[in-house]
């Protein structure tokens, strides 16, 4: 069957854009705009690894729905501030999924456990690294609105004018996680100029023969009628032991529950209920970009053979399928993170095809 997601999502292109700039701290210095002389297109950079400091910054951005302003927290992480004339850095987009918010999702500290900041990784590795708070999730501003996957593109497009802003770059690239894999494909379908490579993790389809979404379904009348649910600590917890016990180090959900909670014990629905009454929300033929589909050997979320059909249908002969082995759905936090890491950065770092 054809997917249609284009009717049911609505994304509009009037949707009005603002933003503003904080810091995370006094001491911190603004960016520079050293990066306006770079190209649209510096997505097609390879990145170098880079040695010294990380730097990072906070910013805003908003969006207007039915005649409200809603504000939205963006987040970055590269290493070294912005200079004038520095070589060209692709920027790199991290989309989080439904329960837990941007930095608790990328930018992870487990005390005496090693390394789990994404983004530290992939700055290191040289990319400039940004990622944001969705609507209703962590310092983004909480709405009577329910945070679905249309309203995840919404603020996507809201990001992309600070990014162009502050890096002089019109294209990144995209990694989404799980439902932030539903969104990043969204406005791949809706924004593709904006798009380099995706890498979509733990991602699903139609949601066909998923033990994880027949389980959620259970609820799908309540998300039908609340804006938010409970998630408490050992819902949170629950991620990364629901499909195969063993794969996560325990204390990473001790660690999320802990960075996550501060942000309150409630979340959107709107995320919940794409993925247990209206998926497909995406189309793999509309989605022009080069794509990798990464999940874990024991991931509930969808089958192999759902995920086969998302794969096949995409247009881009430049894409790759990979299942990494001993993970289960929370494939950046897990005990094999570092073959994710791999394989993530050997996508993203291939060299184009060559011209026609």
Not at 145 to 155: K, L, M, Y
Not at 302 to 323: C, E, H, I, K
Request: net charge positive; aromatic share 8%.
């Amino acid at each position: 069957m054809t997917a249609r997601p284009d009717a049911r999502l609505k994304l509009p292109r009037r949707t009005a854009v603002g933003a503003s700039v904080a810091g995370f701290a006094a001491t911190l210095a603004a960016p520079a705009k050293a990066a306006e002389a770079l190209p649209a297109k510096a997505a097609d950079a390879l990145p170098a690894k880079a040695a010294g400091a990380l730097w990072s910054h906070e910013y805003s951005t908003s969006k207007t729905r039915n005649g409200q302003k809603i504000s939205l927290a963006m987040y970055r992480k590269r290493v070294g501030a912005p200079r004038p004339g520095e070589p060209v850095r692709p920027v790199l987009f991290l989309v989080h999924g439904s329960s837990t918010s941007a930095l608790t999702s990328f930018d992870l500290v487990v005390p005496g456990r090693g390394e789990y900041s994404m983004m530290d990784v992939f700055a290191r590795n040289g990319f400039d690294v940004w990622t944001m708070d969705h609507e209703g999730y962590g310092k983004s501003q909480r709405t009577d609105g329910n945070s679905d996957i249309a309203s995840g593109v919404e603020d996507l497009r809201a990001a992309m004018p600070v990014i162009a802003r502050e890096t002089g770059q019109t294209r990144c690239h995209f990694m989404g996680e799980s439902s932030g894999a539903l969104r990043a494909g969204a406005f791949a379908m809706a924004e593709p100029d904006h798009v380099g490579r995706m890498v979509l993790t733990a991602l699903t389809y139609t949601g066909k023969g998923s033990p994880t979404l027949a389980k959620r379904a259970e609820q799908v009348e309540y998300y039908k009628t609340h804006n938010r649910r409970p998630r408490d600590r050992a819902m949170i917890e629950s991620i990364f032991t629901r499909d195969k016990p063993g794969t996560t180090d325990p204390a990473v959900g001790a660690a999320v529950a802990n960075m996550e909670l501060v942000h309150g014990d409630t979340v959107p629905t709107g995320t919940y209920l794409d993925m247990t009454a209206h998926l497909p929300v995406i189309d793999p033929a509309k989605i022009a970009a080069p794509v990798a589909v990464m999940r874990g050997e024991f991931d509930g979320i969808a089958t192999m053979d759902d995920l086969w059909d998302f794969y096949r249908q995409l247009p881009n002969g430049d894409r790759q399928f990979s299942v990494i082995a001993a993970a289960a759905h929370a494939l950046a936090t897990c005990r094999n993170r570092h073959a994710f890491w791999h394989a993530a950065q050997a996508f993203l770092t291939m060299p184009a095809p060559p011209s026609a």
